[in-house]
């Protein structure tokens, strides 16, 4: 049995945490997609931490974790992640494994990520420049190396011949970076990676289902930046929705249970790209400075928002979500009056569909208005405790979305979660 949980927004919701506070109910976590564009953030016994490669169940000894094949791997960020965590005294290794299928990000990957962005000049796509974009362009362009290269005789020579093809397209563009440096970190690291356990994950992942251990897939980025479903082209390279599971674990679609979708009380977007409920005045201020809404990745200001109910429909349709975590509720404890956007305008228009094409036209938002409840939540435990107005945000949203919100997170520490009646 696979449980999922993934990001309905444009990234960020909170899933590192959520991931973290459930995981001891899971024997095996697992990251399907994505690298390390992502930044997941966990507090330790108070220690903050940021996850970019490692999936976010690695500080709980008794639950496994597992970077599936579906996943670009940068082995120097991975060696850099195992840096942190045994600064707080854990060896990743004990509990983690790697997928052979898994690509490599080679540092030449991140010079052309770099490369693209500055020819796209205006239209650039706001890019975390991890060289996510051209590794997946060497997956499906079929020229990729894989961890389970890294383990063959011939890896260098044709590393060196990806390198050169890499560098006759930077040669192209015009483009000129010295990556000496990155090149030998690249090659320390992969030391590492080859000490590690490395994988079949897919008979890995279906023997622990077979034997009934308890599996949750964790999403990187969030729906709204999917390949294929986002608001392309300004999105990420792989399928963030529920469907990048089965292709990034090889589990089969009937494995799956419940796909628990995590969208913020608000929301937030960092990079360029279409944002209908974007607040370009105080109250996003606000919400940026209330909700420190700084990317963890590239420490970026976060665009922010109110609650986009269109987008969150669609999300919630592309990916089966069968429950919904809300964070961040909180960060509105002080908002006297909040807004969800209920419908969208184009050409005069009214519609509740998310349009193929978000960025050609503007998109007025319809809101509802709503009187916010003026009080401290972060110290809530229980359902009972919180103040009437915002049961009736979450129990409007309940309905507006079909789907039933299971939990509410109302701090950034992991014993701050409430579960709603009937979880
Ligand atoms: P992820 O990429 O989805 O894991 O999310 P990030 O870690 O990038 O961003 C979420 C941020 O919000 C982090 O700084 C978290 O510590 C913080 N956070 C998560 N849940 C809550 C919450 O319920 N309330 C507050 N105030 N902060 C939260
Ligand atoms: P987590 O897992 C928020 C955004 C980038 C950019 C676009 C493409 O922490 O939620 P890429 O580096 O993938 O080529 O960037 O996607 N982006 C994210 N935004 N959270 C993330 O991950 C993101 N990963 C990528 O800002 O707009
Ligand atoms: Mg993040």
Known sequence: MVDVL????????????????????????????????????LYVEGQRIVLHQIPSGIFHPHTDNLIGGGVVLDPVTLKREFGKIAALGIDASRNLCISERAHLILPTHRALDKASETAKGNNRIGSTLKGIGPAYMDKTGRNGLRVGDMLERDFTTRYIRLRLKHQKMLDSLSFSEDITEWEEEFFEALELLRSLRIVNGEYHINDRISKGDRVLAEGAQGSMLDVDF???????????????????????????????????????????????????????????????????????????????????????????????????????????????????????????????????????????????????????????????????????????LGTRIAYVSNGPGRDQLISMPGT
């Not at 909170?14 to 690298?35: E, M």
């Not at 090889?250 to 990079?271: F, H, L, M, N």
Request: net charge neutral; glycine share 10%; aromatic share 10%.
């Open 230 to 400: 986002g608001t392309f082209p300004f999105v990420t390279s792989s399928n963030t929705i529920s469907a990048g599971v089965c292709t990034g674990l090889g589990v089969a679609p009937q494995r799956i249970r419940e796909v628990i979708g995590v969208t913020k009380a608000y929301c937030t977007r960092v990079g360029s790209g279409p944002f209908p409920t974007e607040l370009h005045d105080e109250t996003g201020e606000r919400l940026r400075a209330t909700g420190n809404e700084f990317g963890a990745t590239t420490g970026r200001p976060r665009r922010c928002g109110w609650l986009d109910l269109v987008a969150l429909r669609f999300a919630c349709m592309v990916n089966g979500v069968t429950k919904l975590v809300m964070t961040k509720s909180d960060v509105l404890d002080n908002f006297a009056s909040l807004s969800a956007c209920e419908a969208y305008r184009i050409d005069g228009e009214t519609t509740d569909k998310v349009p193929y094409q978000m960025s050609r036209r503007p998109i007025e938002p319809v809101y509802r208005a709503f009187e916010g409840w003026l009080s401290d939540t972060s110290l809530c435990t229980s359902y009972d405790e919180l103040p009437a107005r915002m049961k009736e945000y979450v129990s409007y949203m309940d309905t507006a």
């Open 6 to 41: 993934l990001g309905l927004q444009w990234g960020d919701e909170g899933k590192g945490k959520i991931v973290d506070r459930f995981a001891p109910d899971y024997d095996l976590i697992a990251r399907f997609q994505g690298g390390p564009n992502a930044g997941h953030t």
